[in-house]
């Protein structure tokens, strides 16, 4: 897929972070933009702003992606506006840190509606076009949490290793048909992210001294589009090295560290 090809790119999460640096970077290289979150604010501002400074088209999307039939209301909107999405950015998505048990039972089914399900429905609603046209590119943000379980964020992380999973089974599955599937796995990233994640303040702390920029993050997913690449870990050679251990230890073990790395600063046992 060259650029020259790439009309209109369709972004979640476009408000804030990973997906509006996605929204800067494309527009860069003079992609249209439908901007899709819930902060429509946010988004007409930007929407606006990337308009005027690369003279691309944009147009915004206000939406709860928690909502159900999310993809398809998506997609019904995309068609109304007579629009052909050449990308689509699955971007969207949030963790929540802290027990299983303890946290609220809605941020954990949020968490599956959006991080899985509207993602797999937006998929269903555009692989299909881009199939019948022969060129499309998809890029799916999972995460270096989708290699591991991990406790104390075991939905965020599982529902990144369903991203990964699923992402690089159609990348082959579509081999054949010149569209490009991606699975973007970064690793911690400088974003909203923790404060949204309820991460508490020594943890994110530590963190903090190893945060990507998302602009590193964005164009490794744009590379490995170019490149047909399925997977790419970013975000620096220590994401490299801790999706790679995760591959060689035996999982208790695994669980194990990473449930003594990530417990909770008051928890004793
Ligand atoms: N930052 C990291 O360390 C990191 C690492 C690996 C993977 N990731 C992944 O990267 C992706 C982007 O996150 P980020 O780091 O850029 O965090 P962020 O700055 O918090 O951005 C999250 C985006 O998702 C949107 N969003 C949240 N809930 C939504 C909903 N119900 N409906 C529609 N949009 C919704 C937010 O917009 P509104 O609030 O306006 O809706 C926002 O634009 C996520 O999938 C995340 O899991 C992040």
Request: proline share 5%; charged share 20%; glycine share 6%.
């Amino acid at each position: 897929m060259t650029q020259t090809t790439m009309q209109t790119a369709l972004i979640t999460g476009a408000s804030s972070g990973i997906g509006l640096t996605f929204a800067e970077q494309l527009a860069e290289q003079h992609t249209n933009l439908v901007l899709v979150a819930r902060s429509e604010d946010k988004l007409q501002a930007l929407a606006q702003r990337l308009a005027q400074n690369h003279g691309i088209k944009t147009w915004v999307l206000p939406y709860d992606l928690t909502e159900t039939d999310a993809g398809a209301q998506v997609a019904k909107t995309v068609d109304e506006w007579g629009l052909t999405i050449d990308l689509l950015v699955n971007n969207a998505g949030f963790g929540e840190y802290g027990s299983f048990s303890d946290r609220p039972r809605e941020r954990h089914l949020n968490m599956v509606q959006l991080n899985i399900a509207a993602l797999v429905d937006l998929t269903y609603q555009f692989l299909p076009r881009m199939r019948a046209k022969r060129s499309g590119a998809i890029v799916n943000v999972s995460s270096i949490a989708g290699f591991q379980p991990m406790p104390y964020l075991a939905t965020y992380a599982a529902s990144k290793a369903f991203v990964l999973s699923f992402s690089e089974a159609l990348w082959a599955e579509v081999q054949d048909d010149n569209v490009r599937v991606v699975a973007l796995c970064p690793g911690p990233t400088e974003t909203s992210f923790f404060e949204e994640a309820n991460f508490p303040d020594s943890m994110g702390d530590s963190m903090k001294s190893s945060l990507a920029d998302p602009e590193e993050i964005v164009r490794d997913a744009l590379k490995a589009i170019e490149s047909n690449t399925p997977t790419v870990v970013s975000g620096g050679f220590l994401n490299q090295v801790i999706v790679n251990i995760s591959r060689f230890l035996p999982r208790p073990v695994l669980v194990s560290a990473v449930e003594k790395q990530f417990r909770p600063p008051s928890s004793s046992t």
